[in-house]
């Protein structure tokens, strides 16, 4: 199947084009944050007044943060598809969710906490569940396709991916909006910083592998995807590998991992690559978030599209991996996404270069 | 690869109506209907819900409910389908529906965490454990695809949708597939401000119905590719004909009134089962017992099928399990079909002059090989599969 | 009515109006704006039938009342007018059978 088109908001801006700069600029320190009342610590936070397009929020007056950064992400993703008519068009959604709504959920708590079971918000009630996210996408865009949202902690986009790929070849539908949302909120902080390394300094180091350190992240991101073909569609994604071996295939030019702290010890990474393969990561701009793979896949679509490798923003090489270390213009062909959870099983999404 | 190769060789299933498919079709037979206040945990709500009684201790780890129940249908499943201990030989996925088990929802944990800044991590390692296709998977070390679908109340039946996608794409050879929830305070305070909870048993397409009760359970299908049950000597005339899903994309909370949804899933259902409306020889409704669920999906199923197609609603006797309601009512259709006959619609008495159509009143003897079963989400998602009898193969 | 009925049914207008405007996240409508007798639902000023059942947890929180069986009570939902009399008329039945 092909990314036709994608859209995304995250902590340094709504749209491609920031994410673009982003990438061109490199590491920024994140934003401090306090939790459990007197805690200090780094999020990647998005400000919602960075959402550019300010009718779709209008439709959406009731809805939380994670259900408007999905809905900014997705519109843009259909905004940006260069097809005339393409809502008139068979468009599935499927959302990729880790955590959901656990913000509103949390606030949901508060209201039986202060108020009682019976004098509960039902907004907030209705705000919480994790689909709301995706009815959003469906209700603003006007979308009547299947809606689903799927939720696989670590590999939450990569089964949305296999998802899309499977219906599309069915022909269930002819366009599908994938993509994965998350949030941020003190209570993950909290759980993060407690179960994992707090970065002391507001880096994640991608390459440090153990210990790894995490600073909580949040945004969304979405991809048009369809196994049609346009003229500025992104790349090709040629195969998801989940729960599954990988297919042997040709060496490719670059492999972007996922390592983002959210697993105290990444040193299982270091099976997937290889001294002569130059190895990114992404996660600094952006930020640990389960489902931030998404971001890399969108990073790496980026790269095919633009003939141009980004520099890994935080370059810290213990291991003296082959890391991408320089931002260069450069024709590549095939990029690996790696990601690896919590019992070491492994995904691999495989972009390739639009032939 | 056809639809026509999608067998169904195992059921599960557990709710407040029995603990296995044999008791089920017993309170079937029978007419019971267990529902009662909730013992599960403090609550000042009044509302009366289809609680789990006595889930056997084997399948019961320690705090998570929702995995316990889907593990009870998931073995019985498994049992049935002549699937041992060890799958590690064969490819099998998991796709299963849920909301509550996909939240952190603790209220102790979130109260601790509140009030002193600081809480114990056990309910997040459970949580973290407990997503619950993945718990699924680790549990019988199965090689295939783990998903869990987290659609509100149209997950189970969007599972089923999903694994027969795998099927056919070659994803994997087996699957096992449908929906668990457990009873929960958050969800039952979060619905009953929504003003759809009724104070008494629900009535669903009833004249006089006052909203739903809650309930909990497990409903699971093995699904499997002709020629892997051939390769086990499996033999099963069972099969899931077609899925079809659509969204209203109206509001968050209410269906839309002309139903549209609901009428393209179905309409995509029985197109991707091959079968005109009137192969139906019943519908499993949604039928919730609120107003405007009954409402819109008894306008659309007497439009689509005609005001005399048998339909019954099987929440009168395991209560709304949500995310499980879609796995448990794909059994029962499956179920119906094999055995003949559905039950009475459990808590209807009179017609209400807006629904063009009358649920069944009595035990039904089925004619036809198909069934439909319906679900209508939160958030406007419609989803439909096709279930169908025919010679074993 | 007396002067002070009249002064407080005033004040519940007052108090519920800014109460919608942040309690349903309304946008682009200041509690000024919205009229005694403005029509809450459908037309007029748009509410649907999940701001129906919030307005019901506002009347629990902010005057302890509660709201039985809504569907047969929509003339209490009308307007700002009828909410703000809703509220007046039950808090004088409690004050007198207190």
């Given at each position: 199947?092909?990314?036709?088109?994608?859209?995304?908001?995250?902590?340094?801006?709504?749209?491609?084009?920031?994410?673009?700069?982003?990438?061109?600029?490199?590491?920024?320190?994140?934003?401090?944050?306090?939790?459990?009342?007197?805690?200090?610590?780094?999020?990647?936070?998005?400000?919602?007044?960075?959402?550019?397009?300010?009718?779709?929020?209008?439709?959406?007056?009731?809805?939380?943060?994670?259900?408007?950064?999905?809905?900014?992400?997705?519109?843009?993703?259909?905004?940006?598809?260069?097809?005339?008519?393409?809502?008139g068009k068979n468009i599935g959604i499927?959302?990729?969710?880790?955590?959901?709504?656990?913000?509103?959920?949390f606030s949901f708590l508060d209201d039986i906490i202060e108020y009682g079971e019976s004098s509960v918000s039902p907004t907030t009630f209705s705000n919480s569940v994790h689909n709301a996210a995706a009815s959003y996408i469906s209700m603003v865009l006007g979308i009547r396709g299947p809606v689903m949202t799927v939720t696989r902690f670590f590999f939450s986009f990569q089964s949305a991916l296999q998802l899309a790929q499977s219906w599309l070849n069915e022909s269930r539908c002819e366009f599908i909006l994938v993509g994965a949302v998350e949030q941020y909120g003190d209570v993950l902080a909290y759980i993060q910083d407690t179960k994992l390394n707090a970065s002391p300094d507001g880096r994640i180091l991608p390459f440090n592998l153990n210990p790894a350190y995490q600073v909580p992240g949040e945004g969304s991101v979405f991809f048009l995807v369809?196994?049609?073909?346009?003229?500025?569609?992104?790349?090709?994604?040629?195969?998801?590998?989940?729960?599954?071996?990988?297919?042997?295939?040709e060496k490719p030019?670059?492999?972007?991992?996922?390592?983002?702290?959210?697993?105290?010890?990444?040193?299982?990474?270091?099976?997937?690559?290889?001294?002569?393969?130059?190895?990114?990561?992404?996660?600094?701009v952006f930020g640990s978030m389960m489902s931030g793979s998404a971001f890399n896949c969108l990073a790496g679509a980026l790269m095919l599209r633009n003939r141009m490798l980004y520099a890994s923003p935080v370059q810290d090489n213990p291991h003296g991996l082959n890391i991408v270390d320089r931002t260069v213009s450069r024709d590549i062909e095939l990029i690996r996404c790696i990601r690896y959870n919590c019992y070491e099983n492994k995904a691999v999404i495989c972009l390739r270069k639009k032939q | 690869m056809s639809n026509n190769n999608v067998l169904i060789s195992g059921l599960g299933v557990i709710s407040a109506a029995g603990r296995d498919l044999s008791e089920t079709l017993e309170s079937f037979s029978t007419g019971r209907r267990n529902a009662g206040p909730v013992t599960l945990f403090e609550t000042s709500l009044p509302y009366p819900v289809f609680e789990v009684r006595d889930l056997p201790e084997e399948f019961y780890p320690e705090h998570q409910r929702t995995a316990a129940l889907a593990l009870c249908a998931v073995n019985e499943a498994l049992q049935d389908a002549r699937l041992g201990e060890d799958l590690s030989a064969l490819r099998v996925g998991v796709c299963m529906g849920t909301t509550v088990a996909c939240q952190l929802n603790d209220l102790?944990?979130?109260?601790?965490?509140?009030?002193?800044?600081?809480?114990?991590?056990?309910?997040?390692d459970r949580y973290l454990k407990g997503n619950i296709a993945e718990f699924i998977s680790q549990r019988y070390r199965l090689n295939g695809p783990a998903l869990t679908v987290v659609n509100a109340c149209s997950s189970g039946t969007d599972a089923i949708g999903i694994a027969m996608s795998w099927l056919k794409s070659g994803l994997c050879d087996i699957a096992v597939a449908g929906g668990a929830d457990e009873l929960n305070r958050v969800p039952l305070s979060g619905f009953g401000s929504l003003g759809i909870v009724s104070r008494d048993p629900c009535a669903p397409f009833d004249r006089d119905r006052k909203g739903l009760n809650l309930g909990e359970g497990a409903g699971?299908?093995?699904?499997?590719?002709?020629?892997?049950?051939?390769?086990?000597?499996?033999?099963?005339?069972?099969?899931?004909?077609?899925?079809?899903?659509?969204?209203?994309?109206?509001?968050l909370t209410a269906p839309k009134p002309d139903g549209a949804g609901l009428e393209t899933s179905i309409e995509k259902a029985l197109s991707d089962a091959g079968i005109a409306p009137d192969k139906i020889g019943f519908v499993n409704a949604h039928g919730t017992a609120t107003h405007d669920n009954d409402a819109v999906e008894g306008k659309v199923l007497a439009k689509m099928f005609g005001p005399d197609i048998k339909i019954l609603?099987?929440?009168?006797?395991?209560?709304?399990?949500?995310?499980?309601?879609?796995?448990?009512?794909?059994?029962?259709?499956?179920?119906?079909?094999?055995?003949?006959?559905?039950?009475?619609?459990?808590?209807?008495?009179?017609?209400?002059?807006?629904?063009?159509?009358?649920?069944?009143?009595?035990?039904?003897?089925?004619?036809?090989?198909?069934?439909?079963?319906?679900?209508?989400?939160?958030?406007?998602?419609?989803?439909?599969?096709?279930?169908?009898?025919?010679?074993?193969? | 009515m007396g002067t002070e009925g009249v002064q407080d049914l005033a004040r519940i207008r007052k108090t519920l109006k800014e109460l919608l405007v942040k309690d349903l996240s309304l946008e682009d409508i200041t509690p000024e704006e919205i009229k005694d007798d403005e029509v809450l639902f459908g037309e007029g000023l748009g509410l649907d039938s999940l701001d129906a059942v919030e307005i019901v947890v506002i009347l629990q929180r902010n005057f302890g009342l509660d709201v039985k069986d809504m569907e047969n009570r929509k003339d209490i939902f009308y307007s700002i007018d009828s909410l703000a009399r809703y509220v007046f008329e039950s808090r004088k039945d409690s004050v007198s059978d207190g």
């Open positions: 199947m092909n990314i036709i088109s994608a859209g995304m908001v995250f902590t340094r801006g709504s749209g491609i084009g920031s994410f673009e700069n982003a990438l061109h600029e490199g590491w920024r320190i994140p934003g401090e944050v306090e939790y459990s009342k007197s805690n200090k610590s780094f999020a990647y936070q998005f400000d919602q007044t960075t959402i550019r397009d300010k009718a779709v929020l209008k439709k959406m007056r009731r809805a939380d943060k994670l259900s408007k950064m999905a809905v900014a992400a997705a519109s843009e993703a259909l905004g940006n598809s260069g097809i005339d008519d393409i809502r499927i959302t990729a969710t880790a955590l959901g709504a656990q913000v509103t959920t369809s196994n049609k073909d346009t003229d500025t569609a992104l790349c090709n994604i040629e195969d998801v590998y989940l729960d599954t071996y990988e297919k042997e295939s030019d670059v492999n972007i991992i996922d390592t983002d702290g959210l697993l105290k010890d990444e040193s299982v990474y270091a099976e997937s690559l290889s001294p002569d393969i130059p190895t990114a990561a992404y996660s600094p | 102790d944990f979130y109260t601790s965490y509140r009030e002193s800044g600081a809480a114990s991590m056990g309910p997040v699971v299908l093995v699904l499997e590719k002709a020629d892997s049950a051939a390769r086990r000597g499996i033999s099963s005339g069972m099969r899931v004909l077609g899925y079809g899903s659509a969204s209203d994309a109206y509001h609603s099987t929440k009168g006797v395991t209560g709304h399990t949500l995310g499980a309601a879609g796995g448990i009512e794909a059994v029962f259709s499956a179920a119906a079909l094999r055995e003949g006959w559905i039950p009475a619609s459990a808590g209807f008495e009179n017609q209400d002059e807006n629904i063009p159509i009358v649920p069944v009143r009595e035990r039904t003897e089925i004619r036809g090989e198909s069934a439909l079963s319906t679900s209508l989400a939160f958030g406007g998602n419609n989803s439909a599969l096709v279930f169908g009898r025919g010679r074993k193969t | -």
